[in-house]
T-cell receptor
């Protein structure tokens, strides 16, 4: 069974609009972490934002926020005021295990294209 | 500074060659990772090193041989690869903290096996 599900293979958004990228996850662990990474065509995986399973407040990092709904097992990424440079592949990922034995499992990704 | 440096950026090798990928970080991170990413797919974990010891091997074929000579350096030795091994190989590192043990990635090595 897939542990991380991203149901939007591709999205087109007008510049300056906000965009929400969906992510649902499945785990029986009580302690886990959820991450969003951006991968431009150059290939580098760029860390965007992190949410811990025990964090009660939604994480925010500049224009990025994570809408964490634990009961629904969802961790959607919200990008406010999108820019042309936001065009990239976006991966949701879940960390399970303890430090040194951690596994990061990625979803299939969403390709975001910002239209001028 | 969250820099992970991978060399080379591109590598073309024949099936009988032996080559190595290199990954370096100077952030004091004590865990390092190798991932393989095929085109249009998400990264998949291959190996995890913790405090210079191999802690996870995701059933990777023996033609891939990881090595961690010290806490800053991670190598991936390649031998007798197959064309299906062509992929982007990503290295990452992390440290244990209260901020999520975030894994920081390098830019990757694009490997083509002919």
């Amino acid at each position: 069974a897939q542990k991380i599900t991203q149901t939007q293979p591709g999205m087109f958004v007008q510049e300056k609009e906000a965009v929400t990228l969906d992510c649902t996850y499945d785990t029986s662990d009580q302690s886990y972490g959820l991450f969003w990474y951006k991968q431009p065509s150059s290939g580098e995986m760029i860390f965007l934002i992190y949410q811990g399973s025990y964090d009660e407040q939604n994480a925010t990092e500049g224009r990025y926020s994570l809408n964490f709904q634990k009961a629904r097992k969802s961790a959607n990424l919200v990008i406010s005021a999108s820019q042309l440079g936001d065009s990239a592949m976006y991966f949701c990922a879940m960390r399970e295990g303890n430090f040194g034995n951690e596994k990061l499992t990625f979803g299939t990704g969403t390709r975001l294209t910002i239209i001028p | 500074d969250t820099e992970v440096t991978q060399t080379p950026k591109h590598l073309v090798m024949g099936m009988t060659n032996k080559k190595s990928l290199k990954c370096e970080q100077h952030m004091g991170h004590r865990a390092m990772y190798w991932y393989k990413q095929k085109a249009k797919k998400p990264p998949e974990l291959m190996f995890v090193y913790s405090y210079e010891k191999l802690s996870i091997n995701e059933s990777v074929p023996s033609r891939f041989s990881p090595e961690c000579p010290n806490s800053s350096l991670l190598n991936l030795h390649l031998h007798a690869l197959q064309p299906e091994d062509s992929a982007l190989y990503l290295c990452a590192s992390s440290q244990e903290d209260f901020g999520g043990n975030i894994q920081y990635f390098g830019a990757g090595t694009r490997l083509s096996v002919l």
